[in-house]
């Protein structure tokens, strides 16, 4: 048996060929894309959502929600898997289901020749969607973990958590207009496309490193599950992790209706607001890992991130009491979702980093079991607000739920150098 000293872990300290490296990057980033175009994009339809189906404030935020409600079931099982089975087979297999739904809902589920589909019909394909799309994250995740070493993971944790901005910028884009235009069917066709494309993309790209080097590590270095599953570290982590997002799934969920009722802007102009965010977003993202790496200053930049948008925040929730102009409004929503949405890719290496390259699937599954309870109840503390408050109150609540997530990222203590 090797020594422990000599254990090596896949994409920690070995140099797979880089083309290789590339390509698993490429294909996770694109599958997170295409979900997210879904995930994302569909509650940028929110207005026509709302009038095509129907429905209330109140089933508008439960139909937003079901998504991350499925999700939020079925990230950890789903994380476990990855961490038995392998990344491609539960990429393969949640792709094409996701394929499979979406199909379902554009042939049944989507209104036409003026009747609408009963909403429980509805509800139930969103929450079957976020059940198969719920394996998308982890598994893309823990590729990247076993491909790149550990100096290399803030920047290409990063490139793969554009992915959601960069689907949630062609949602904004594409599906409003489609939606309007063409209706629902062809709404859920194109994103089922999207998905279809994805899961080929990683049957071609998608590949676990060599195994050889797994077999070589001492027993006593490789963790299990329940080691991740017990760690209070990984456990605060996601907490904040899942804070953090609230604000952010405000933003994203009810930015089009905000900027609709309260701002008085048409579809044009408002989906070039949520897509200049996501495209910002992503930007911010590429360059927050890169720097991180360099510096070993995850902590520091995530809590400069947290201060700035609960500034944000409070300068949106003052300009709403204002009633200021749809343009003024716009930009600032646009400010506020773009600090609020930075800082996903260093987080999340912090994450996995903290957790290990073999057990970072279930971490990341774990985190995004808090993140999508959080993206569940969103929508429906939002609803419920404003049946009581105004706007206001909504952006004031965000700023302040970004502050709670401080002290469980921004006060821990970040090594120049981060070790698998």
């Known amino acids: 048996m090797s020594h422990p000293q000599a254990c090596v872990l896949p994409g920690s300290t070995a140099n797979p060929p880089t083309a290789q490296r590339w390509q698993v990057l490429a294909a996770g980033t694109l599958a997170n894309a295409a979900f997210s175009m879904t995930f994302s994009g569909i509650p940028m339809t929110a207005i026509m959502l709302r009038s095509s189906y129907g429905l209330d404030t109140a089933g508008l935020g439960l139909m937003l929600g079901l998504m991350g409600l499925g999700i939020a079931i079925s990230e950890l099982p789903w994380s476990l ?43 139930a394909l969103l929450l079957l969607l976020g059940l198969l799309g719920g394996s998308v994250n982890g598994a893309s995740g823990r590729a990247i973990m076993l491909w790149f070493d550990a100096g290399q993971r803030g920047l290409a944790m990063s490139i793969r958590q554009t992915a959601i901005p960069m689907g949630g910028a062609l949602g904004a884009l594409i599906l409003p207009g489609l939606a309007l235009q063409q209706g629902f069917t062809m709404v859920y066709g194109l994103l089922a496309i999207a998905s279809a494309l994805a899961a080929l993309l990683c049957l071609l790209w998608i590949h676990e490193p060599d195994r050889m080097q797994e077999q070589r590590c001492s027993p006593k270095a490789r963790q299990t599950p329940g080691s991740t599953l017990r760690s209070k570290q990984v456990w605060l982590l996601c907490l904040g992790i899942a804070l953090l997002c609230v604000p952010q799934f405000a933003v994203l969920q009810f930015g089009t209706v905000f900027l609709h009722d309260m701002g008085r802007l048409g579809t044009g102009a408002i989906a070039a607001a949520m897509a200049a965010l ?86 990341l599954g774990m985190c995004n079991t808090l993140v999508f309870v959080a993206n569940f109840l969103t929508p429906q503390a939002v609803a419920g607000l404003l049946l009581h408050a105004p706007w206001t109150a909504v952006w004031t609540l965000a700023g302040a739920v970004s502050l709670l997530a401080w002290p469980l990222l921004a006060r821990r203590s970040s090594a120049p150098q981060y070790a698998s």
């Open 81 to 123: 898997l990855t961490d038995r089975w392998g990344d491609r087979p539960v990429l393969l297999t949640g792709l094409s289901g996701t394929t499979l739904a979406l199909a379902a809902l554009a042939l049944w589920a989507a209104p036409r020749s003026g009747q609408i589909p009963p909403p429980t019909l509805l509800g």
């Open 278 to 363: 996501q495209i910002c977003a992503m930007a911010l993202r590429i360059w927050s890992g890169h720097w991180t790496d360099r510096r070993g200053n995850r902590a520091s930049y995530l809590g400069r991130c947290i201060a700035l948008s609960a500034l944000l925040f409070a300068l949106l929730a003052a300009a709403s009491a204002m009633q200021l102009t749809g343009g003024i409004l716009a930009l600032l929503l646009a400010l506020c979702g773009t600090a609020i949405s930075a800082w996903h890719g260093v987080a999340y290496a912090e994450l996995a980093t903290s957790a290990g390259a073999t057990q970072a699937g279930t971490a």
